[in-house]
């Protein structure tokens, strides 16, 4: 799955951070997926700092050791997760005079 680049000029320091650590996940994906299956996994410089299959307590954890910065946490899963919500935008279309 190939993600669209940044648009240059338009990210801050944190912002490239979290992007750089994106980017490893997916440059590293196969290995990843042998070493954390189905886990939830936290990049911070580039490098997997803390891995769980319970994503609050990982996020509790790292939150706890580093702080606030830019970590980028994913689920290590073959394919992506998607989840469709519906919507309640659509409206009955009138009824046409005959």
């Given at each position: 799955?190939?993600?669209?680049?940044?648009?240059?000029?338009?990210?801050?320091?944190?912002?490239?951070?979290?992007?750089?650590?994106?980017?490893?996940?997916y440059a590293h994906k196969t290995e990843l997926l042998r070493r954390y299956r189905n886990k939830y996994i936290a990049i911070w410089n580039e490098d997997v700092v803390d891995a769980d299959k319970d994503r609050l307590a990982l996020l509790r954890r790292v939150r706890a050791s580093?702080?606030?910065?830019?970590v980028f946490v994913k689920?290590?899963?073959?394919?992506?997760?998607?989840?469709?919500i519906?919507?309640?935008?659509?409206?009955?279309?009138?009824?046409?005079k005959a």
């Amino acid at each position: 799955m190939k993600h669209a680049p940044p648009v240059k000029g338009t990210l801050g320091r944190h912002d490239r951070v979290f992007e750089s650590n994106r980017e490893y996940y997916y440059a590293h994906k196969t290995e990843l997926l042998r070493r954390y299956r189905n886990k939830y996994i936290a990049i911070w410089n580039e490098d997997v700092v803390d891995a769980d299959k319970d994503r609050l307590a990982l996020l509790r954890r790292v939150r706890a050791s580093i702080g606030y910065e830019p970590v980028f946490v994913k689920q290590v899963t073959v394919h992506p997760r998607i989840v469709r919500i519906p919507s309640y935008a659509l409206r009955a279309r009138p009824k046409s005079k005959a």
